[in-house]
């Protein structure tokens, strides 16, 4: 009698050339790229967002790439909404293959100047919501033996942004729940929980989060297009062993690097940036952005690249480390 061998694991496109993908956050930035991206590959596409008038043309735009697309408006801060939304694609198109947690809100300010009810918004929203993806996702990805799970970080859960709290808080809570999914799924071999960490990308949502400041928002570090995520997020799909955590950005290496070697340092130093670009920056409403209201926009760029001189975003990387390590080296000369 011989016993059979478990099964070689083997990408989502390769176990299926036109694998059933969800994507939460699927209106606009890297929700939509990923969208158009899975799309040329002939996924079928399951496409939530709180806006129903934003989902239709990126589901008509899925289709006219190649794709099949079911819009489904979901609030994933609703989990029972979140259920609703794995059961209509099960039924729809039979399975989940890949299972995309695409959420992202922020809340620009001091911490005691932004009110409570949006600090709850972004933690209810970027962590609670990723938590009921991942639920819905991971128990019928049990049941059916395979699924892969992206969960869209950032580098703020590594490096704590100031005058971001929330928003740093809901990231490492992800990083934490993305490392525990990985030790309970170890036994599954088709079953995989993956983290995708860019650094500022240039979407829509950064113009469109709530700002507390008075000042107008501009990201400190070179951005990441959000085709780039999306490709990035492909890529795992195509990978019969995809890794634990992608970084994209070039500031990814540095601040982690920084922040490691030298955590308060680092963090004054990002104190230090921040205060700069606010101090620089014209002045501005204050406004919950869309934390409580979803934004109408649909486009995949915020727009931002354009406006940016790569060149003094890099060298403010290169400070932000050089400060870090500086600070940390006479720290421990004193």
């Known amino acids: 009698m011989t016993t059979a061998l478990p099964a070689s694991p083997s990408s989502v496109f390769a176990s299926s050339p036109n694998p059933v993908v969800v994507i939460t956050g699927a209106s606009s930035g890297i929700g939509h790229a990923t969208a158009l991206a899975f799309a040329r590959r002939g996924a079928r596409l399951v496409l939530?967002?709180?806006?129903?008038?934003?989902?239709?043309?990126?589901?008509?735009?899925?289709?006219?790439?190649?794709?099949?697309?079911?819009?489904?408006?979901?609030?994933?801060?609703?989990?029972?909404?979140?259920?609703?939304?794995?059961?209509?694609?099960?039924?729809?198109?039979?399975?989940?293959?890949?299972?995309?947690?695409?959420?992202?809100?922020?809340?620009?300010?001091?911490?005691?100047?932004?009110?409570?009810?949006?600090?709850?918004?972004?933690?209810?929203?970027?962590l609670l919501g990723h938590v009921h993806g991942a639920h819905a996702a991971l128990t019928r990805f049990r049941a059916q033996g395979h699924g892969l799970l992206v969960n869209l970080i950032s580098l703020g859960g590594w490096v704590p942004a100031p005058y971001a709290a929330a928003y740093t808080a809901s990231k490492f809570g992800l990083r934490g729940l993305s490392e525990s999914l990985r030790a309970e799924v170890v036994d599954l071999p088709q079953v995989h929980v993956c983290d995708v960490a860019p650094t500022f990308v240039d979407s829509p949502?950064?113009?469109?989060?709530?700002?507390?400041?008075?000042?107008?928002?501009?990201?400190?570090?070179?951005?990441?297009?959000?085709?780039?995520?999306?490709?990035?997020?492909?890529?795992?799909?195509?990978?019969?062993?995809?890794?634990?955590?992608?970084?994209?950005?070039?500031?990814?290496?540095?601040?982690?690097?920084?922040?490691?070697?030298?955590?308060?340092?680092?963090?004054?130093?990002?104190?230090?940036?921040?205060?700069?670009?606010?101090?620089?920056a014209a002045p501005a409403p204050l406004t919950q952005g869309n934390l409580f209201a979803p934004s109408h926009q649909t486009s995949i760029d915020g727009g931002h690249r354009q406006r940016?001189?790569?060149?003094?975003?890099?060298?403010?990387?290169?400070?932000?480390?050089?400060?870090?390590?500086?600070?940390?080296?006479?720290?421990?000369?004193?």
């Open 48 to 126: 939530a967002a709180r806006n129903p008038d934003t989902l239709a043309p990126v589901a008509l735009a899925c289709r006219a790439e190649g794709g099949q697309a079911l819009g489904i408006p979901t609030d994933v801060t609703d989990a029972d909404a979140v259920q609703a939304l794995a059961d209509k694609a099960v039924r729809h198109f039979g399975r989940i293959d890949v299972w995309i947690n695409g959420v992202g809100v922020g809340a620009v300010g001091r911490f005691d100047d932004v009110p409570l009810a949006a600090h709850r918004r972004v933690i209810e929203s970027n």
């Open 205 to 280: 949502g950064l113009s469109h989060g709530a700002n507390y400041t008075g000042r107008r928002i501009r990201p400190p570090l070179p951005m990441v297009d959000p085709r780039a995520v999306a490709q990035a997020i492909v890529d795992l799909a195509d990978a019969a062993q995809p890794r634990a955590v992608t970084w994209l950005g070039l500031g990814a290496m540095p601040g982690r690097m920084a922040h490691a070697l030298a955590p308060q340092g680092t963090a004054r130093a990002m104190r230090w940036f921040s205060d700069l670009g606010l101090r620089r």
């Open 308 to 334: 940016m001189a790569g060149s003094a975003t890099v060298v403010a990387v290169l400070g932000v480390v050089g400060l870090a390590v500086g600070w940390w080296w006479g720290r421990g000369r004193r």
